[in-house]
């Protein structure tokens, strides 16, 4: 279903039933709620979402236009959505906006975002690739906690602040490209063992940043150090032929 810019308002349950449906084009969190839309009476093929509604089984592809906002528990809890496209334009993404959504593999964050609250992925437990706007400043308390199939993750040039318990439990992570914009790393992150931290950057720098002291590789590398290839959708980084993470999509539209 594909909803018009020049909706103001979409009433309650009025997609009720609707139980083979899978994709929702143009959902704007300014006109109404998710489980709102789809109503509290149990349907076919649907599922109860903390008690708040309930959603068709087949839902697993949302689009957000460029509102201002995706507000706080936007998509907490709907478990089904495995693909999410935020359009250029979002600014913000809420409190844990996608919280336990649970089959979410990908998401691109456009450049138009500047904050990401905390919680807003915790427990996306399939979330295997995010790449994040390079206009965001921190990375809040428990943003990524128990996102346990992220394999690696760049922070953006710009970031100063990875906040406690960021990426937590991440049990899979191993690469962590840091710029040297970041001059503070706080309690409970990057603590598995089979971290490894690459800093664009010198030892001595690295030294400057307040952080918990880990016991973990840190690779210290300079943008010569670092080769990039691509597959057509998105640019790679790599040091010494080692996939670091994700650099960019080639759509220049976000």
């Known amino acids: 279903i594909?909803?018009?810019?020049?909706?103001?308002?979409?009433g309650g349950?009025?997609?009720?039933?609707?139980?083979?449906?899978?994709?929702i084009y143009g959902f704007d969190s300014h006109i109404s709620n998710l489980t709102y839309m789809f109503g509290k009476i149990e349907y076919e093929n649907s599922y109860?979402?903390?008690?708040?509604?309930y959603i068709p089984r087949n839902l697993s592809k949302i689009s957000i236009i460029n509102n201002s906002e995706i507000y706080e528990h936007s998509f907490d809890g709907i478990t089904s959505l495995k693909e999410v496209v935020i359009e250029y334009g979002v600014t913000n993404i809420?409190?844990?906006?996608?919280?336990?959504?649970?089959?979410?593999?990908?998401?691109?964050?456009?450049?138009?975002?500047?904050g990401i609250d905390h919680a807003a992925f915790y427990d996306c437990d399939s979330l295997t690739n995010i790449v994040l706007s390079d206009n965001i400043k921190n990375i809040e308390h428990q943003t990524f906690w128990?996102?346990?199939?992220?394999?690696?993750?760049?922070i953006p040039d710009g970031v100063t602040k990875i906040?406690?318990?960021a990426f937590a439990a991440c049990n899979s992570l191993k690469s962590i490209y840091i710029p040297k914009t970041v001059k503070r790393i706080d309690e409970n992150n990057?603590?598995?063992?089979?971290?490894?931290?690459?800093?664009?950057g010198t030892e001595e720098e690295f030294n400057d940043i307040y952080v918990d002291k880990y016991n973990i590789?840190?690779?210290?590398?300079?943008?010569?150090?670092?080769?990039?290839?691509?597959?057509g959708k998105y640019e790679y980084s790599l040091v010494n032929n080692e996939f670091i993470y994700s650099l960019q999509s080639l759509d220049k539209s976000i």
């Open 13 to 23: 349950s009025i997609l009720k039933g609707c139980s083979n449906l899978e994709a």
């Open 48 to 53: 109860n979402v903390d008690g708040c509604g």
């Open 217 to 231: 590789p840190i690779v210290f590398c300079n943008i010569s150090d670092v080769k990039y290839v691509n597959d």
């Open 2 to 10: 594909e909803l018009t810019d020049e909706l103001i308002y979409i």
């Open 163 to 165: 906040s406690s318990a």
């Open 190 to 200: 990057f603590t598995n063992s089979n971290n490894v931290i690459y800093y664009e």
């Open 94 to 114: 809420g409190p844990n906006a996608f919280r336990n959504c649970k089959s979410l593999t990908s998401v691109v964050i456009p450049n138009s975002v500047s």
């Open 146 to 154: 128990g996102c346990d199939s992220l394999v690696s993750i760049v």
